[in-house]
């Protein structure tokens, strides 16, 4: 899902985050990249699409005794 930058991401809503969040996670699940970000640099959008796949990538080092 991409969205156009601008005014309107400004002003995106908590569910709209949640959905982001969830989509870096399984971003990372289905094996994509950083860099596949979907989000332009400065949108909110992009800073939860990141700490998705973060998250998701620090689960996955715990779960198998990664550092």
Do not use: N
């Not at 289905?30 to 998701?56: H, I, K, M």
């Amino acid at each position: 899902m991409i969205r156009s930058p601008g005014r309107a991401a400004e002003l995106a809503t908590r569910g709209d985050m949640m959905v982001a969040l969830r989509e870096g996670r399984l971003a990372h699940t289905l094996g994509e990249q950083v860099a596949d970000c979907p989000y332009s640099a400065g949108d909110p959008l992009r800073a939860a699409w990141l700490r998705g796949y973060a998250a998701a990538r620090e689960e996955q080092q715990a779960e198998s005794g990664e550092k």
